[in-house]
């Protein structure tokens, strides 16, 4: 994978880049290649569930990050703001199909105090129909659903994308 | 483009691709066939995945295939009265939005959902200007 640090710069977030140096201070270089490990394991992932061939969406590697940040640099913010949010690979594989274009069709979260949280979303690609299913038990990962934006079409609840925050 | 109405919708903090990004959104929910072409070059992409958005500053969306059609066959015509928007993305901190007629439901309904989606970003979620993008 290519530099963690560049990507992060070449997608506008220097400053997520020169807080968490600051934050992390000795350990920040840590950090970072927890990030680059994630993005690692989450290319895996993705290669796993859409060999390239099957697929219409750039991949999740150093040719389709390059092609996103050229493209649509927006979506790459969106997408390595949730890297920092989640060490889940199925997750961010999730948010890169949704960037570039799945439909979420549905989403179900269950939660009990100090007992279980379950998150399950459930995707289809645009044009071919092909549906898929994440799941994660990691509390965390309901920092993601922050991002998705909303809408009602004749009255009935549709997820519209998932969309970068300021940082 | 076509003699209608501009709605002019503040982005601040947003930035411009993902406003026009938002903005094609929901249309293409609204309209399940449409036909997106860019409004600088003419190039019609095959579907909302296909757009570069980093690179875009005016879409046309058109309710199908038909419209494209008679839109490029009569140009603004009763006929093909509200079946595209036209999307115009050229600063960081607008967008606009051209329609046939204010009033027709099926317009009024999207520029509702378009209003409602920037509006929820501009006021809890703006993110940063993509002018400190490399």
């Not at chain 1, 220097?14 to 934050?23: L, V």
């Not at chain 2, 003699?3 to 691709?17: A, E, Q, Y």
């Not at chain 2, 046309?60 to 509200?82: F, I, K, Q």
Request: charged share 25%.
């Amino acid at each position: 994978m290519t530099n963690i640090i560049d990507i992060f710069r070449r997608a506008g977030l220097q400053r997520t880049i020169d807080e968490a140096a600051e934050f992390w201070g000795d350990n920040a270089a840590q950090f970072l290649d927890g990030l680059a490990d994630t993005l690692s394991q989450a290319s895996i992932a993705y290669t796993k569930r859409f060999p390239v061939a099957q697929s219409t969406i750039p991949p999740l590697n150093d040719v389709g990050i390059a092609e996103t940040l050229d493209h649509n640099p927006h979506k790459l913010r969106a997408f390595l703001q949730a890297l920092e949010e989640t060490t889940s690979p199925e997750m961010l594989v999730m948010v890169w199909r949704i960037i570039h274009g799945d439909d979420i069709k549905a989403a179900e979260m269950s939660y009990e105090e100090g007992k279980r949280f379950h998150l399950r979303v459930r995707l289809e690609e645009q044009g071919s129909g092909t549906a898929t299913s994440y799941d994660s038990e990691n509390i965390n990962d309901a920092r993601l659903l922050r991002h998705l934006g909303m809408m009602e079409l004749s009255g009935k609840p549709v997820f519209t994308g998932f969309f970068a925050h300021r940082h | 483009m076509i003699g209608g109405h501009d709605i002019v919708l503040p982005t601040r903090g947003i930035g411009r691709s993902t406003a026009l990004d938002v903005c094609l959104k929901i249309t293409v929910r609204h309209w399940k066939q449409a036909v997106i072409q860019s409004g600088t070059t003419g190039e019609i992409y095959n579907g909302y995945g296909r757009v570069p958005f980093g690179k875009e500053t005016e879409l046309m969306v058109y309710r199908d295939r038909a419209s494209l059609h008679s839109w490029e066959t009569l140009g603004a015509d009763e006929e093909n009265r509200n079946t595209m928007v036209h999307l115009l993305a050229y600063t960081e901190t607008q967008l606009t939005v051209v329609v046939d007629d204010l009033q027709a439901t099926v317009m009024w309904r999207l520029l509702g959902d378009i209003r409602g989606a920037i509006r929820d970003m501009v006021d809890v979620r703006p993110i940063e200007n993509e002018q400190a993008a490399a």
